[in-house]
């Protein structure tokens, strides 16, 4: 696993631009089935004709159509039967495309999670809407909204993948990349089951408002996560994910990483927290954030601190910082259940456990 000493990557400044963020990954999965049969162009013979017209008939009725390849073909609403999809394999493409010196701490892996998170925590228990199911997030507005700001890096980089596998639904790569960027960067086996079926318009988008505002304290934490359906102790393992990743002046206006291992998943979060002594540092853009007084480039989200300073929220704290079997038992559980919320599973799904590759 590769990863860029964290000092050299700080950015100065912390403007809190906003990035416009496109939808050139914004489409929906459907994609075209041609089944061939002949690989001959039909002879000019009557007989032929009368076949021609018998297909261009059927044609009307049920799809058949004579492409441009000069092949008789039939159309998606015929040729309805979905391929297996090899999910070992896409497994094994989301980790090829994982590392790139070039990129923030040398891994993917962080803005892979947070996709697979914000794409999974819009849920409403009580409405039963947003979830990974739809991913609608390609869509605008969902795709601008503040929240979601660096994510169309996230999506783009899984593009090929998608289109690699047409049969593979947008939810279920983005909430599997989100498991291998866990698995892979030392985290624990996170199983997995297919089933999302993906929305076809923005019509499945969720309102902006669903992900929490890192500005706030943690009675907003509680609300957000409590409207998935999660308790105290989950909320606090699922927010030790930021072990992983950094932050980025021009995605949220913060500026930094949570420890000096960005790239490695461990419960190294919990005892940062706990042990540093956390200073508040002004940013240009406004705003503020807490940073470790010896260390200044290691920082940490004014929620965060209001979450720690919480007494029932502290406890898991505490727990997390000990024991990291504890921690990974409990993220395993809490980030499967994130993933999976909203979707319509039929109960015969095969659950996945993917060996790691690059560990
Ligand atoms: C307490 C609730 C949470 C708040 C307020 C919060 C807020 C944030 C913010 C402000 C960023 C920086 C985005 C950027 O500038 O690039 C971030 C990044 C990140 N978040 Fe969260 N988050 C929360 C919960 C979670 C959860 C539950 C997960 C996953 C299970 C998660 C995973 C990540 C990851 C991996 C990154 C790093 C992304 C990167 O390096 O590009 N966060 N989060």
Redesign the pocket.
């Known amino acids: 696993m590769a990863f860029r000493s964290v000092a050299s990557r700080m950015t100065a400044g912390g403007l809190g631009v906003r990035t416009t963020v496109g939808v050139a990954s914004a489409r929906s999965s459907f994609q075209p089935i041609s089944r061939c049969y002949t690989t001959q162009q039909p002879k000019k013979s009557n007989s032929n004709k009368l076949v021609i017209l018998g297909l261009l008939g059927l044609g009307a009725a049920g799809g058949y159509y004579y492409n441009n390849t000069g092949r008789y073909s039939l159309s998606t609403s015929q040729v309805n039967q979905k391929k297996p999809v090899d999910y070992h394999q896409v497994y094994k493409d989301i980790v090829e495309i994982l590392e790139d010196n070039d990129y923030?701490?040398g891994s993917y892996?962080?803005?892979l999670?947070?996709l697979?998170?914000h794409a999974s925590?819009t849920y409403d228990k009580d409405t039963k809407t947003g979830g990974s199911n739809s991913a609608s997030m390609r869509f605008e507005p969902e795709a601008l909204h503040g929240?979601n700001?660096?994510l169309k890096?996230?999506r783009d980089l899984l593009e090929p993948i998608k289109a690699k596998y047409p049969d593979l639904s947008y939810g279920d790569l983005w909430t599997l990349a989100?498991v291998a960027?866990v698995q892979e960067l030392g985290g624990p086996t996170i199983p997995w089951r297919p089933g999302r079926v993906d929305g076809v318009s923005a019509e499945s988008c969720t309102p902006d408002g669903r992900?929490?505002?890192?500005t706030?304290k943690q009675d907003h934490?509680r609300d957000?996560?409590y409207r998935m359906g999660f308790d105290d102790q989950e909320?606090v393992a699922?927010?030790?994910?930021?072990a992983?990743?950094?932050?980025?002046?021009?995605?949220?206006?913060?500026?930094g990483?949570w420890s000096e291992q960005?790239t490695v998943f461990s419960n190294e979060y919990f005892k940062v927290i706990s042990e540093r002594k956390w200073v508040k540092k002004d940013l240009a853009n406004g705003g503020w954030q807490w940073v470790d007084k010896n260390n200044p480039t290691v920082m940490m989200?004014p929620?965060?601190i209001a979450?720690f300073n919480d007494k029932e929220f502290r406890k898991y704290f505490d727990l997390y910082a000990k024991d990291q079997d504890k921690y990974f038992a409990d993220?395993t559980k809490?980030?499967t259940k994130?993933t999976e919320l909203g979707v319509p599973f039929k109960g015969d799904e095969k659950v996945y456990k993917f060996e790691t590759i690059d560990a």
């Open positions: 923030d701490d892996g962080p803005v999670l947070r697979a998170w925590g929240a700001n660096g890096v996230a989100g960027a992900l929490p505002d890192a706030k934490i957000i996560f909320i699922l927010t030790g994910a930021h992983l990743g950094r932050c980025h002046p021009d995605r949220s206006g913060f500026d990483p960005p989200l929620a965060e979450m993220f809490a980030f994130l």
